[in-house]
């Protein structure tokens, strides 16, 4: 039992998992419907009348309007999906687009959730530094091993919180 | 083990951060902004082709010599309702005038029926355009009736008026862009 | 005769302002008699609050009153009232618009604050709890505040009326309006209590151990609330609105969700600081910022900065709840810089591989989420502001962030409940996790039988398998010492919301990832086939009545039973709403609309049918998790504190 938790059964897992997500990654999927195109479509577009709903999402009018206009288009199958949402942005100006530019002040959406992410992951590891200078710092070499005995020993280290 | 004060330094800059925040609320506008503005003004007008509630089928390009104006109604909005007398009494001000521009009521999502019910009640008796599938609206880019757009003699669009109208507000638009006209007619 | 038509206004008024008066007295005695250390005024707190709490109680009775008999001489039930809807929809129809969810959001409230007042009225004189009842108070007076003057449920309505429309339809639509919003409100005000007791502890500069035992349970209380409300709002999203999805990422939703995701937060990090007595100062943090969430975020949807479905009409409420909210901040704010340093734990953490770690790590990735679900929100304000140009943020931004925090949260919960506190060998993690792992390589190698494809499901699907696996061991491991009693306590209910959460995420994994849908021109008696299942147009059915004309397409589905998609016309608004049919099962629903141009003298239909894998799991999670809360709300077995962590888990029930 032991030698099964050991390293090497350990890499041979992330070999399988690795291959497997392989497989999944580049297996097709199987043919998309035109209906899934028409909604993968209108996900990405926003109801001109509905402040943020998608047009997938609105059952106003308008959603409604452009929906059969994203179906005509999916019907014709001429155009692409970036073709047929740029050619619906051109009319309704770009407040139609429900994804963000990354340009100008609008990549600052994109910009700062990333900085967020990077700065307080970068306080935890100046924080766990200063930490281990501290704890070293008071402590004597005695004191650490006496608590790194203490660590091993202890048979319960605790499950149950 | 040094204790620096850190928290005043963090809840200053947090606070800041804040405060900032507050003031662009208190000063955001609520809701709406200027949708009277359209990629297609000064565009050649989309194709309108479609058929008609109260007469023949239509199609803009036969238009072409006189202005038209659409209106995008539907009977179960109240602003659209609100403007109807304001839409009757400009049709009466073109019959009158020299050159009478054509109006045009286009529906999308309603029903034949509360359509001719409204007109038979309120008056108006112009033509009125079915959109059903809603074609004529996405190529207008038409976000929220009412909305009325003036297209000239040459098939140009000219004015997109978003919302409801005011009172003889359509006409003396019209009329502004009748003096500024300069097209292959005059 | 005496008529009571008419009354429900002079009263509910009356009432309101007892309750206004009631809670100020309470604010101002509970104050006094803290600083002065009079136990004689403090005695006369929880008559104040049961005061405040029976005029709201008899305020809100006035409402159904006035809703229940149509008494039209208030404008708020001019608004929402109407002879026609019927009685249920017609008792929620009392917090369908701005001004009676404001009074509901006052009767939780009182409501909480009577219960603190009774449950610490022998602990009156500890000042902690003085200050925290003061700040009840306080924030009740705003809120009264708010029911008499921009939002008041009793104002006189303009003579003459004897109908009205009726509340929204989308809201006299289905049985769960009447569980929803209550639900929802009861955790999102319930985040008060925590807040109350953070500026308690703010303001004695003590932060009290023991309390903070007190105030996890009433904030893990909340949080549960606040759960299950928002997966009802999913499920009544999924059931009215027609487009077959659970959540949109609407303004409103947003608002329920960022406090939701820092209260998440908080009920981890609390617990080291139960533990190891550290993280003090932030998790005050953290409960503020929770209740200042729930203030920004009614703020940004009920004053019309921001519009959504959930539109609430205009009022002038903006400018209170913006005015209170800078309030908030700049107090709690202020206390924070001010004691912050006191409060702040002399304790350090050995090892990012631990306990702690993953908590903190938990906690960076929730802060930073709920930091990018509020900037989407606000972004469209923030650009229209500085460029005056109009910008919709919307599903796609914050899918595309939401998945790689999701899969980041499933991998940290795979690892941490078998982390041990202070510090984790190779060794142990390798001996721990070995059978959870294999969980993860079996949920992958099944997803892919089944036909998954793609990175992100099958990543999810995985991820799913590994820390179910991780938290069903810590279950198996704690029953089998301790029976039963192995599944209460916070860590073995925490692991129950855990398998609640892994079954949500993979069942939201599953139908984002493989839902089709096609729309199918159905003609009478003919039946057409669509992934894998045929329907058959069988009939229309036309239902007329004094509210709404609807007419229903009865679909008959792979032969067997009829499924009815009906769009309904409601009379007062003119307005058409779809209302879907579901065929449910534990391994996909069947999802038809019914689609315009609709007319029952036809021969066939256009029907929308979307088949959704797994939805059910979606429910079956949030109950969970909602199971799982109430484990975790039980006090399991512990140590004695003055026991040795080495020593044995005592037998004898331990509370």
């Known amino acids: 039992m032991k030698k099964l938790k050991s390293w090497p059964v350990w890499m041979l897992m992330g070999v399988i998992v690795v291959a497997l997500l392989a497989v999944g990654a580049t297996k097709d999927s199987g043919p998309r419907t035109q209906g899934d195109r028409i909604d993968a479509i209108s996900k990405r577009l926003a109801c001109p009348t509905c402040d943020g709903e998608s047009v997938y999402v609105s059952r106003a009018s308008a959603a409604e309007a452009i929906r059969t206009q994203v179906a005509r288009d999916v019907a014709s199958g001429k155009l692409t999906d970036n073709q047929i949402i740029a050619g619906i942005a051109r009319t309704f100006n770009a407040q139609v687009l429900l994804v963000p530019r990354a340009t100008g002040l609008d990549s600052l959406v994109w910009v700062l959730p990333i900085a967020a992410l990077v700065c307080s992951v970068v306080g935890l590891a100046m924080a766990f530094r200063r930490w281990k200078r501290q704890n070293l710092g008071d402590a004597s070499a005695q004191d650490i091993a006496l608590v790194e005995r203490l660590l091993a020993q202890d048979p319960t280290d605790d499950e149950n919180v | ?186 | ?655």
């Not at chain 2, 003396?172 to 862009?177: S, T």
């Not at chain 3, 004189?125 to 705003?142: E, H, K, N, R, Y």
């Not at chain 3, 910022?289 to 002038?316: E, K, P, Q, W, Y």
């Open chain 2, 1 to 186: 083990m040094s204790k620096r004060p850190v928290a005043p330094y963090i809840s200053g800059a947090v606070g800041v951060v804040l405060i900032g925040l507050i003031v662009l609320f208190a000063f955001a506008k609520p809701g709406g902004g200027d949708i009277a503005r359209s990629p297609l003004l000064g565009q050649p007008a989309p194709v309108v082709q479609s058929t008609s509630l109260n007469g023949p089928d239509f199609d803009l390009a036969r238009r072409k010599g006189s202005w038209v104006v659409f209106n995008f109604f539907n009977s179960t909005c109240v602003p659209c309702r609100q403007e109807h007398p304001f839409l009757v009494q400009f049709t009466k001000d073109q019959a009158a005038s020299a050159n009478p521009a054509e109006l045009y009521t286009i529906v999308n999502d309603d029903s034949d029926n509360a359509v001719t019910a409204f007109f038979d009640t309120n008056g108006g008796t112009w033509p009125i355009v079915r959109d059903d599938d809603g074609a004529i609206s996405v190529a207008f880019g038409v976000a929220k009736v009412p909305e009325t757009w003036i297209i000239d003699p040459d098939g140009f669009v000219r004015a997109r008026i978003a919302g409801a109208l005011t009172a003889g507000y359509l006409t003396e638009k019209l009329n502004e862009l009748k003096s500024q006209y300069t097209g292959t007619e005059s």
């Open chain 3, 1 to 655: 005769m005496f008529s009571a038509e008419g009354l429900a206004g002079p009263l509910g008024r009356g009432a309101l302002l007892v309750g206004l008066i009631g809670a100020f007295f309470g604010m101002f005695a509970a104050i006094s008699g803290t600083r002065n250390n009079d136990p004689k005024v403090m005695r006369l707190v929880p008559r104040f609050a049961v005061l405040m709490c029976v005029a709201t109680v008899g305020a809100f009775t006035a409402m159904e009153w006035a809703m229940i008999t149509r008494d039209f001489s208030l404008a708020y039930v001019q608004k929402v009232g109407s002879w026609s809807t019927p009685a249920i929809y017609n008792f929620t129809a009392v917090w369908s618009a701005l001004e009676g969810s404001i009074l509901l959001w006052v009767l939780v409230l009182t409501g909480l604050t009577v219960g603190i007042a009774v449950k610490y009225k022998t602990r009156l004189s500890d000042p902690m709890v003085g200050w925290a009842l003061a700040t009840m108070f306080f924030v009740s007076v705003f809120f009264f505040v708010l029911t008499l003057g921009p939002a008041n449920p009793f104002a006189a309505g303009a003579p003459g009326v004897l109908d009205g429309p009726g509340p929204n339809p989308l809201l006299q639509n289905h049985i769960l309006v009447m569980f929803h919003p209550p639900i929802l409100y009861m955790g999102y005000v319930g985040m008060t209590v925590p807040f109350a007791f953070a500026i308690g502890a703010l303001i004695t500069g003590r932060v009290g151990e023991g309390w903070l035992v007190e105030t996890r349970r009433w904030a893990l209380f909340s949080w549960g609330l606040l759960t299950l409300g928002i997966i009802l709002g999913s499920w009544w999203s999924y059931e009215v609105l027609g487009w077959s999805g659970v959540w949109a990422w609407d303004p409103v939703e947003n608002a329920s969700f960022i406090p939701w995701l820092t209260a998440t937060a908080y009920i981890h990090s609390v617990l080291v600081q139960e533990r190891r007595g550290m993280l003090r100062v932030w998790n005050l943090s953290l409960l503020v910022a929770t209740f200042s969430l729930t203030i920004l975020g009614t703020f940004l949807t009920r004053s019309g900065v921001l519009n959504s479905v959930h539109a609430f009409s205009d009022s002038d409420i903006g400018p209170f709840l913006l005015g209170f909210f800078a309030l908030i901040v700049v107090v709690s704010v202020g206390l924070i810089g001010w004691r912050g340093d006191k409060l702040r734990a002399p304790g350090t953490i050995d090892s990012p591989v631990s306990r702690e770690g993953a908590f903190l790590a938990n906690n960076v990735i929730f802060s930073v989420f709920a930091f990018v679900v509020l900037l989407g929100t606000v972004f469209p304000l923030i650009v229209e502001a500085l460029q005056n140009r109009q910008l919709v943020v919307g599903e796609p931004f914050f899918d595309q962030l939401a998945v790689p925090v999701g899969i980041t949260l499933l991998f940290l919960m795979s690892i941490a409940p078998v982390l041990p506190w202070r510090k984790a060998s190779g060794e142990l993690l390798s001996q721990r996790l070995f059978w959870p792992a294999w969980g993860g390589i079996g949920a992958l190698v099944l997803s892919l039988a089944l036909g998954a494809t793609g990175i992100e499901p099958l990543l999810t699907f995985m991820l799913g398998g590994f820390s179910g696996g991780a938290a069903l061991r810590q279950l198996v491991l704690a029953t089998r010492r301790q029976g039963w009693r192995g599944l209460v306590g916070r860590a073995n209910g925490g692991m129950v919301v855990h398998l609640g959460v892994i079954l949500i995420a993979v069942a939201l994994a599953a139908s984002n990832s493989f839902t089709h849908s096609q729309e199918l021109n159905l003609k009478q008696g003919v039946p057409v086939s669509f992934g894998g299942h045929t329907f058959e147009l069988v009939n229309f059915s036309e239902v007329v009545d004094a509210r709404r004309t609807s007419i229903s397409a009865n679909v008959r589905i792979d032969g067997g039973q009829a499924y009815a998609p009906a769009v309904t016309k409601f009379k007062s608004m003119g307005q058409n709403i779809g209302t879907p049919s579901v065929r449910t099962s534990f391994i996909k629903d069947i999802y038809l609309t019914l689609e315009p141009p609709v007319k029952a003298t036809s021969k066939s239909a256009k029907i929308k049918v979307f088949i959704k894998p797994m939805i059910m799991w979606l429910w079956i999670g949030g109950g969970l998790m909602g199971v799982g809360t109430l484990l975790a709300a039980f006090p399991g077995r512990r140590r004695r504190p003055t026991d040795p962590v080495s020593a044995p888990v005592p037998t004898e029930e331990l509370v």
